[in-house]
């Protein structure tokens, strides 16, 4: 069972969106970007955890022609106050930034400091930034600037969705428990109990469970598949729908350079949607450190053509 509740865990984390509700199997990036994950963990020459970073791929027509970019801005919940930095001076360059959030359609933005919402989902997120000693992302992004829009269901979309598709926490629980008793006993399944209770006793135990946690969602790909299932789902597709339903409008209105901040574990589903329904496809990948597992910050790496 503690498979089951790490996978569970590490998805959900990568789902739940900005204020309460964001797999990796994503692009396949030739030469040296060649990781194909959204998230990746990358490692020194002892193969100890260097950074858990993020992925910014950008999708332009396929065809070469002057239509829109669109960038897809993998997020994780929680993170360094430097990561939310960084994606803020990113979000300055671009028309429109959609980004996800379980809110009423005229709610207001988030504003920067706002206590998190008292869903589960977002209590554990703002628990474990604590005991990480990271950052929460409501506190750390800069909702209120004008080229942010929001792009997701309401909290009554969401919930008649799940009605319709018979989707509730307990059928997620099944795929997830599911997923772990077809892993149980294969090797590379992340961090295991005994490295958990390794970090919590360890000298610097927030850098300790830091690199624990990261293993996890390094291996969280499986988990990420399973939990949205073969014919989709309310959390990952459906809001997927919703947000290209916004980029199709922002694209009417002229925008050019569009970015969708969403979750990592939404990626896949918009990377197929971008390709299948407006013609995009990856031109190219950088990366964001989200989680520095050193003391010194490294900084992001410069965008290369594919």
Wanted: net charge positive.
């Amino acid at each position: 069972m503690t498979m089951f509740f790490r996978s569970l865990l590490a998805a959900l984390w990568l789902l739940a969106g900005s204020a309460w509700a964001g797999e990796a199997t994503a692009v396949r990036p030739k030469g040296e970007d060649a990781s194909g994950q959204f998230v990746r963990l990358t490692r020194d020459k002892d193969k100890s955890p260097v950074a858990m970073e993020t992925a910014i791929v950008r999708f332009a027509p396929r065809d070469g022609g002057k239509g829109p970019t669109v960038d897809l801005v993998a997020a994780v919940h929680i993170a360094d106050k430097s990561y939310y930095e960084q994606l803020n001076r990113e979000f300055v360059n671009y028309d429109s930034v959609l980004y996800e959030l379980v809110a009423p359609e005229k709610a207001s933005v988030p504003k920067q400091g706002d206590p998190p919402s008292r869903n589960p989902l977002s209590l554990l997120q703002n628990g474990m930034k604590d005991v990480l000693e990271l950052e929460y992302q409501l506190k750390g992004i800069d909702y209120s600037r004008k080229n942010l829009v929001h792009a997701d269901m309401s909290p009554e979309r969401f919930a008649q969705s799940m009605q319709q598709r018979g989707e509730s926490l307990t059928t997620m629980c099944l795929r997830m428990m599911g997923y772990a008793m077809a892993k149980q006993g294969q090797a590379g399944g992340g961090a295991d109990g005994g490295q958990l209770l390794m970090a919590l006793f360890d000298k610097n135990r927030a850098l300790a469970l830091k690199c624990a946690m990261a293993e996890q969602f390094d291996n969280s790909d499986g988990a990420m598949a399973a939990l949205d299932g073969p014919q989709g789902s309310t959390i990952i597709s459906e809001r997927n729908k919703v947000a290209l339903d916004v980029l199709r409008k922002e694209i009417a209105a002229g925008k050019r350079k569009i970015a969708i901040f969403y979750g990592a574990g939404h990626m896949p589903d918009l990377q197929k949607r971008l390709h299948d329904d407006f013609g995009l496809d990856p031109v190219g990948a950088r990366w964001l450190v989200a989680w520095n597992l050193k003391s010194e910050t490294k900084p992001a790496a410069k965008l290369k053509r594919r």
